[in-house]
């Protein structure tokens, strides 16, 4: 068997996530950790954060392309990221190599939970069709501090964050040369348009108004 089977928010909302890591490299910060929930794996602990669970019943959700909405486990196929039941997206020649999520909107973050990574399995990051980033299968088990042997036991949730907006992003490609992808629970965190920071800024101008006449009051 070539595998065994197998919502970036404030400093507050990631000290909700469970067993966190981080490292850096090539001004991406990565991290894994996430909340655990029975029957899905880990989910994003990120705090605004948009999830797709793929458990609607659809073949695969209108934003995806390429790969597959799978449950269970399949032998020489695919196989279920550790304590999930639930439906999960997979990628590898069964199904086909690559899966691309288009977000349609600029992304600061993304995070997904999955098994143990292959050597065979990698992950891009895009923006308009260009990759900003690719991220190999021995270097996704680096960030979580495992083998890239597939070792079904084995679950991570990985969170990506862009440390500024020359990273930012608007598509993920998952790849696989050999069976298989796994992965659950695609956490995406959207670029606040620009009004919306405009919006912000009114709004603790207005409060820091308010505070001033309570005070002169």
Known sequence: MAKNIKSRGSSIAIAMAVLFTATSASAFTFTTGGTAVAGEGLKSSVLGAITTDFNSGLSNPAN???????????????????????????????????????????????????????TWNSLQLLNN????????GNELAGIAGVQPNGDWSVGRYWNIFADNSTEYFNSVKFISTINAFETDNHAVLPVPEPETYAMFLAGLGLMGFMVRRRRTA
């Open 64 to 118: 995806y392309t390429g790969g597959g909405v799978k449950h269970g486990s399949v032998v020489n196929q695919w196989a279920s990221p550790p304590a999930d039941t639930s439906n999960y997206f997979t990628v590898g020649p069964s199904t086909s190599s690559t899966g691309t999520v288009s977000f349609g909107f600029l992304a600061s973050y993304f995070g997904y939970y999955g098994g143990s990574p292959d």
């Open 129 to 136: 069709n260009v990759v900003i980033r690719t991220l190999s």
